[in-house]
C-alpha cells in the first residue's frame, strides 16, 4: 500500500469527477459531489486502487495518458462501482425517515 499514491488520487480532479459520476449514476438521494467530497479518501483507500495507480505512474501500462485519473485502464468503471454502490445504498437507506409509528388502539378491550 501507497499512501503517496491515495493522496495522488485523492488530488486527481478527473478521478474524483468519475466517482461523482458513479455516484450521480447509482442515484444517490443527496448531492453527489458533497458525497464524494465527504467520501473521497474511504473511496479511494478501501478500493485498494494503489498498485494499479503506481503502476501507471511508473510507466508500465501501455496507455501512457499523463491524467492518471482518467485512465479506465488503471481504475476501472467497475473498480469504482464496487466502492461507491454500496456507500451509496447506505447513505440512501439512512437518508429515509424512519417507519411511522403504529397508532394506539382507540376502542377498549371488551
Known sequence: ??????????GSQS????VTA???KEKYKGDALEFTRTYIWQIVADGNWD???DSAVAGTTVNVNPDTGMRN??????????VVQPLVQAANEAMEPPPPEPEPP?????
Open 106 to 110: 382507540t376502542g377498549l378491550p371488551s
Open 15 to 18: 478521478l474524483q469527477s468519475r
Open 22 to 24: 458513479a455516484v450521480a
Open 1 to 10: 500500500m501507497s499512501y503517496l499514491s491515495i493522496v495522488e488520487m485523492v
Open 73 to 82: 485502464d488503471v481504475i476501472t468503471d467497475g473498480m469504482i462501482l464496487a
Open 51 to 53: 498498485a494499479a495507480w
